[in-house]
Structure formats: structure tokens, C-alpha cells
């Protein structure tokens, strides 16, 4: 092998090594995206209940995540209440918090025996919030530098954490 060619390769490794490195380290960390409920807002009518989850989603990486939809299950005490999907693009820049709004419209009509059983309304009566569990299971999918990737995201919170989050903000992720 010539000189040249040996320096040509060692120029090309001196530039791609220490990026593939960064890079793959940049990928790690955006699969530690952090997710959580950062607030809730409840309401009724006659016919619906209205929950819209804020979470608070964390990008560590130095990569900007593009996601372009959600499909997420909403659960109440192991119930599922409703599911939510979403095809809107919303970028989480890179080292931030970004904030999701997770609109839940449920039925009550339809739902109330499943729901609202006596277990769960004596919860609400006797305002044992930490038993009231709401949990939420589902994905993701995006792009990070035009290479498709799903996030899962699984969270599981009682009522009574939900409300000292709100009471005390702070960034859990």
C-alpha cells in the first residue's frame, strides 16, 4: 500500500471514527427518552368525560426526534378507558423538554359499568386517590435523521401522584 493511500485512510478514520462514536452514542441516549405526566385537566358533560394528559417528554440526546404519530391505550384500575391516536409531526428538540397534549374524550354512557365500578366510585367517595390508577401503554413512531423509530411508552400513576406532581412541578425526567 502506498504512502498516500495510507494517509488518505488514516485521514478518513481520524474524521468517521470519532463521529460514528458520537453518533452511536447519540443514538443510545435517544432511547432513554424520558415521559412523564406533567398535569391534568378533568371535566364533564352530561354525556362525556374529558381528560387531557400534559406529558412532559425529555429528549437527552443531541439529536432532534421528529414524531409524527401516537397510538396510546388509557387505562383506569387495569380498565381501558379509551384510546388515543394522533398523526400530527411535533419535534422534540434536542436537550429539552417538550410537552405533549394527550386528549382522552370518553363515552359515559358507554363506558360506565365498565369504569366506574363500586370499587372505583368508593375510591372517589372516600378520595383514596392513591388507589385510582391511571396507566398508559402504547408508541410512538417518528424519525430521527430520517431513520424510522418507535418509542414505546408505558406510565403508571395513582390519582394522588398526579396531583403532587401538579402541586409541586419539578422535571422528573
Same mark, same amino acid.
Given at each position: 500500500?502506498?504512502?498516500?493511500?495510507? !494517509? *488518505?485512510?488514516?485521514?478518513?478514520? *481520524? /474524521?468517521?471514527?470519532? &463521529? &460514528? +462514536?458520537?453518533?452511536?452514542? &447519540?443514538?443510545?441516549?435517544?432511547?432513554k427518552i424520558c415521559v412523564n405526566i406533567n398535569s391534568y385537566k378533568f371535566k364533564t358533560d352530561l354525556q362525556y368525560a374529558f381528560l387531557d394528559?400534559?406529558? @412532559?417528554?425529555?429528549?437527552?440526546?443531541?439529536? *432532534?426526534?421528529? !414524531?409524527?404519530?401516537?397510538?396510546?391505550?388509557?387505562?383506569?384500575?387495569?380498565?381501558? +378507558?379509551?384510546? /388515543? $391516536?394522533?398523526?400530527?409531526?411535533?419535534?422534540? $428538540?434536542? @436537550?429539552? +423538554?417538550?410537552?405533549?397534549? +394527550?386528549? /382522552?374524550?370518553?363515552?359515559?354512557?358507554?363506558?360506565?359499568?365498565?369504569?366506574?365500578?363500586? $370499587?372505583?366510585?368508593?375510591?372517589? &367517595? =372516600?378520595? =383514596?386517590?392513591?388507589?385510582?390508577?391511571?396507566?398508559?401503554?402504547?408508541?410512538?413512531?417518528?424519525?430521527?435523521?430520517? !431513520?424510522?423509530?418507535?418509542?414505546? !411508552?408505558?406510565?403508571?400513576?395513582?390519582?394522588? $401522584?398526579?396531583?403532587?406532581?401538579?402541586?409541586?412541578?419539578?422535571?422528573?425526567?
Open positions: 500500500m502506498s504512502k498516500g493511500v495510507k !494517509i *488518505a485512510i488514516g485521514i478518513l478514520l *481520524a /474524521v468517521f471514527v470519532p &463521529g &460514528g +462514536i458520537a453518533l452511536a452514542y &447519540g443514538l443510545d441516549r435517544i432511547f394528559l400534559q406529558l @412532559q417528554v425529555k429528549n437527552p440526546s443531541f439529536i *432532534a426526534i421528529g !414524531i409524527n404519530s401516537y397510538s396510546i391505550d388509557i387505562f383506569l384500575n387495569d380498565k381501558k +378507558i379509551g384510546k /388515543v $391516536e394522533n398523526f400530527n409531526t411535533k419535534i422534540i $428538540e434536542p @436537550q429539552k +423538554i417538550s410537552y405533549l397534549s +394527550i386528549p /382522552v374524550k370518553m363515552d359515559l354512557i358507554k363506558s360506565t359499568a365498565t369504569v366506574l365500578s363500586s $370499587e372505583i366510585i368508593n375510591y372517589f &367517595g =372516600q378520595k =383514596q386517590y392513591d388507589k385510582i390508577i391511571v396507566s398508559l401503554n402504547g408508541k410512538f413512531t417518528g424519525k430521527v435523521m430520517k !431513520i424510522p423509530v418507535t418509542f414505546p !411508552i408505558t406510565l403508571k400513576y395513582s390519582l394522588k $401522584e398526579i396531583q403532587q406532581i401538579m402541586d409541586t412541578p419539578s422535571t422528573p425526567c
